[in-house]
Structure formats: C-alpha cells, structure tokens
C-alpha cells in the first residue's frame, strides 16, 4: 500500500490544519507582544498550542511520515551546518575588530555568542550520544 | 590483497579525520587561551591556521572521509539538538517577559541576546524546512 499523500487528500488536510493551528499560536504570541498585551499573548500562545496537540493526539493515524521525518533531520541538520559556517566567521571577525578598536564587545552579543556555544555543546553530545547507541 | 586495501583505506580515513577535526579543535582552544591572556591577535591568527588546516584536509584528500552512516547520525544528532533547545527558547522567552511584566527582576541583556540567538537558529531552520518541503 503506498503511503504516498496527494493534493487534498486527508492526511494532507491534517497535517495542514495542525500546522495551522501551530501558526496560529506563534502569530497570536507575536501579536499580542506587539500590542503590548503579554498575558494574551501567552494566552493565545497557549490555547492554539493546545487545540494543536489536542488534534493531532486524537488522529487515529499518525499525522507525520517517514518522508517528514527525514525532511525534519535534513532541515535541522543544514540549520547546525549553516549557523557554524556563518558564527565560524562571524565571531572571529567580530573579536578582531575588538582588538584593533573598532568594536566592542556588548553584553547582548555576548549573549549571542553563548547561545551559539550552547547549540555546538549540545550537538557534540549528541553527537557523542547518537554514535554509542 | 583486496583486504589489505581496504584496511589502508579505513586507515588513512581515520588518520584524516582526526587531523581535520584535531585542526579545529588545536586552533580554537589556541585562539581562546590566548585571547585570554591578551593576546587576541595572535590567537585569531592560529584559529584561521586551525581552519585552513581543516579545509586543507577536506578538500586535499582524495579519501571519502564520512559516508552515509556519518551523515545519517550528523542529521539524527542535528535533529535532537533543535529539539532539546526548542523547550528552552519556548520557556525562556516567556519566563523572560513574565518577570519584566511582573517586575520581579530586570532580565540581563546578554539573556536577551541569548534568545535572540535561538531565535535565529530556528528562524534558519524554518527557511530550511520549508525550502526543503516544497522543493521536494
């Protein structure tokens, strides 16, 4: 049996609803936080994000296949690639221009650069994790 | 003879993976240790020797040094990275704006910056993601 999907069909329709449902969560965030109205924010954020799992624990099939699986990991792993080639430049070039005087360092771009560490450290473990297992 | 061959081969593979990832790693924790003792020039200097090592060996060689099983478990790994982190940006980011609304305590900058900085990564990731859907 092919598990192919076309236009239309309903596991399409499914997965574009919760996907939907997802975006309407982060727009309802966003718009809220614009607003300056933060509780309804997180309370949009919250009640999309729960009618999103809602629907898809309550789909006798499952919502997502093997080809999204793979394109999930494709994705994540150009993402890793990507945000090292640009930060493998960037922040190197960024500490240069410290040196030489013509920047300086600011606790916000610190912060960047930590959270970029952070990413690598953790993909090593898995790394790490994923060649043991 | 076809073993041996093999065996040279698995050998060489090795030999040149630990060169190019021993290159990176000599040439940033140079480049940090001597940023750190005030010497950043120099230590940018040694890191880009560090990555032209890298590169050198990457594209020097005519051995294949990772094959599908490497790039299977690169992207397994790249996928449970985003998915651990994804929760902490989530939480962060509101526990961020809670205490600021709230006035229990004035968020640091360099938090800020932090989840700025998660919030790059998955903003590349969605591009990717959906660059990668709809081509396909």
Known sequence: ?133 | MSRTNTASTVAKRARYRKLLVGSVLVGAVAGVGLRSVGYPLVGEALYWVGIVGFLAVWQGTSVKLFDERDHSLERRASQLTLSMLAPVLVVGASLSRLATWLDWFAVPTAVRGALYGYVTVYVVFSVAYLWLRYRS
């Open chain 1, 1 to 133: 049996m092919s598990t192919t999907t076309t236009a239309g069909s309903p596991a399409r329709r499914n997965r574009l609803l919760h996907g939907g449902l997802w975006a309407a969560a982060a727009l309802g965030y966003g718009v809220g936080i614009a607003a300056e109205r933060g509780l309804l924010a997180v309370a949009a954020f919250a009640g999309f994000g729960i009618a999103a799992i809602g629907f898809r624990s309550t789909r006798g099939e499952p919502l997502y296949d093997e080809r999204d699986d793979r394109l999930l990991q494709e994705a994540s792993a150009r993402t890793v690639r990507a945000v090292g080639l640009v930060s493998a430049v960037l922040f190197p070039t960024l500490v240069v221009l410290d040196a030489l005087g013509r920047w300086s360092w600011t606790p916000f771009m610190a912060g960047v650069g930590t959270a970029v560490a952070v990413v690598y450290l953790v993909y090593f473990g898995m790394n790490a994790a994923v060649r043991v297992r």
